[in-house]
Nanobody, 122 residues
Framework: VQLQASGGGLVQAGGSLRLSCAAS????????MGWFRQAPGKEREFVAV????????YYADSVKGRFTISRDNAKNTVYLQMNSLKPEDTAVYYC????????????????WGQGTLVTVSS
């Protein structure tokens, strides 16, 4: 599986961005998919996760109510809609395909995209 994240950029605080993650392979629809982020000097942290069907989603408290994860299995793509962005959301955002384990930890994901940089100016 190869994952290609895109959609990052520079945005002012309060603005919005939509990230996309396109996956190769025929089994995309069978996997739970997640988004993580890593700010400079910090550890990679969980942002959001979505079930294989899209029927279940979970979010980090820091983004709940502002970010929405979704997926289109026909397009092998998972999305992260980010609204009301804050400077503290500045990070490289990664999509990942989940393997067994808690959805909260990066160690539970075995395929990662290359990351896309989101910069939120104040």
């Amino acid at each position: 599986v190869q994952l290609q994240a895109s959609g990052g950029g520079l945005v002012q605080a309060g603005g919005s961005l939509r990230l996309s993650c396109a996956a190769s392979g025929r089994t995309f629809s069978s996997y739970v998919m997640g988004w993580f982020r890593q700010a400079p000097g910090k550890e990679r942290e969980f942002v959001a996760v979505i079930s294989w069907s899209g029927g279940s989603t979970y979010y980090a408290d820091s983004v709940k109510g502002r970010f929405t994860i979704s997926r289109d299995n026909a397009k092998n793509t998972v999305y992260l809609q980010m609204n009301s962005l804050k400077p503290e959301d500045t990070a490289v955002y990664y999509c990942a395909q989940k393997s067994p384990g808690s959805y909260y930890y990066p160690q539970s994901y075995d395929h990662w995209g290359q990351g896309t940089l989101v910069t939120v100016s104040s």
